[in-house]
T-cell receptor, first 114, second 121 residues
Framework: SQQGEEDPQALSIQEGENATMNCSYKTSINNLQWYRQNSGRGLVHLIL?????REKHSGRLRVTLDTSKKSSSLLITASRAADTASYFCATDAGRSGGSYIPTFGRGTSLIVHP | ETGVTQTPRHLVMGMTNKKSLKCEQHLGHNAMYWYKQSAKKPLELMFVYSLEERVENNSVPSRFSPECPNSSHLFLHLHTLQPEDSALYLC????????????????????FGQGTRLTVV
């Protein structure tokens, strides 16, 4: 079943603005990951945050995790037209003793206007 | 280049055809996955192979048949598909390692191929 749910479904901003996307999930996790997908292509891993971490940075990306609220956010600062893509969160919905199964939401479609 | 290669990139097939999608990973990973991505839907997990054994079959119709001959290769055999099976099929791999809280398997990220755009006519 679907684990992560991104919000908003679509986001349209101007170049230079910040973009914030949110992800909510249902069950306990060991880690949460954010991925990016350009139209019709495969997903590319952006950043992983572990359940004992609250914030993580990678370049212009900032991810937060609130395990009490079962939510995460991805912030892209100083956005560029090249950031236009769909962004997905994934949790490790693997079962105890089972295999790791990355489970994705519907994604947030981000459009950055030049 | 993510280290996961899918072929073909595009495929058009009739409903009576038999075709296969191929995925190859050069990362030394021990788990591989097939996902289906249709317009306006979440990525749907189809199959998971761990150490060459199928560990997940997410209620996928039998017209889709996976095969994992070794840890580097994964196939998806297709036969008598329906037009609603038209979608982007994504292969991914990851490395399972260690156990974390509650005995869950810890892992890093999944690496995806570029996908095969399948159109069933």
């Amino acid at each position: 079943s679907q684990q992560g749910e991104e919000d908003p479904q679509a986001l349209s901003i101007q170049e230079g603005e910040n973009a914030t996307m949110n992800c909510s999930y249902k069950t306990s996790i060991n880690n949460l990951q954010w991925y990016r997908q350009n139209s019709g292509r495969g997903l590319v891993h952006l950043i992983l945050i572990r359940s004992n971490e609250r914030e993580k940075h990678s370049g212009r990306l900032r991810v937060t995790l609130d395990t009490s609220k079962k939510s995460s956010s991805l912030l892209i600062t100083a956005s560029r037209a090249a950031d236009t893509a769909s962004y997905f969160c994934a949790t490790d919905a693997g079962r105890s003793g089972g295999s790791y199964i990355p489970t994705f939401g519907r994604g947030t479609s981000l459009i950055v206007h030049p | 280049e993510t280290g996961v290669t899918q072929t073909p990139r595009h495929l058009v097939m009739g409903m009576t055809n038999k075709k296969s999608l191929k995925c190859e990973q050069h990362l030394g990973h021990n788990a591989m996955y097939w996902y289906k991505q249709s317009a306006k839907k979440p990525l749907e997990l189809m199959f998971v192979y761990s150490l060459e054994e199928r560990v997940e079959n997410n209620s996928v119709p039998s017209r889709f048949s996976p095969e994992c001959p070794n840890s580097s290769h994964l196939f998806l055999h297709l036969h008598t598909l329906q037009p609603e099976d038209s979608a982007l099929y994504l292969c991914a791999s990851s490395q399972e390692k260690g156990y974390g809280t509650g005995g869950k398997i810890m892992n890093t990220e999944a690496f995806f191929g570029q996908g095969t755009r399948l159109t069933v006519v």
